[in-house]
Nanobody, 120 residues
Framework: QVQLVESGGGLVQPGGSLRLSCVASGITFRAYAMNWYRQAPGKQRELAAGISSDGTTNYTDSVKGRFTISRDNGKNTVYLQMNSLKSEDTAVYYC??????????????WGQGTQVTVSS
């Protein structure tokens, strides 16, 4: 079965850094777009960063210049490097794998989430 397992969350002071990892199994990883979503308390889940199967990246405006998403297809892993963290980055971060094809339709998988707390 498909599994997405996130790690790397935790408590960090404002201005600090964290690197999240998500290891995927049960999918053809290189064929999927990989995304990091986040959900803060009382807010809707939002897309923080995404990387397509060909390596094209996109970021929500609030994290541009601070977060970097990358992928290692040989390790079936997507990373989110988060620098200059702010209190408003506090959220549960979810890994998402998405593939849309004419033949298979849409396949969409989620990890269990990892908590990131930015606080002094």
């Amino acid at each position: 079965q498909v599994q997405l397992v996130e790690s790397g969350g935790g408590l960090v002071q404002p201005g600090g850094s964290l690197r999240l990892s998500c290891v995927a199994s049960g999918i053809t990883f290189r064929a999927y777009a990989m995304n990091w979503y986040r959900q803060a308390p009382g807010k809707q889940r939002e897309l923080a960063a995404g990387i397509s199967s060909d390596g094209t990246t996109n970021y929500t405006d609030s994290v541009k210049g601070r977060f970097t998403i990358s992928r290692d297809n040989g390790k079936n892993t997507v990373y989110l490097q988060m620098n200059s963290l702010k209190s408003e980055d506090t959220a549960v971060y979810y890994c998402n794998a998405l593939r849309r094809s004419a033949y298979y339709g849409t396949r969409d998988y989620w990890g269990q989430g990892t908590q990131v707390t930015v606080s002094s």
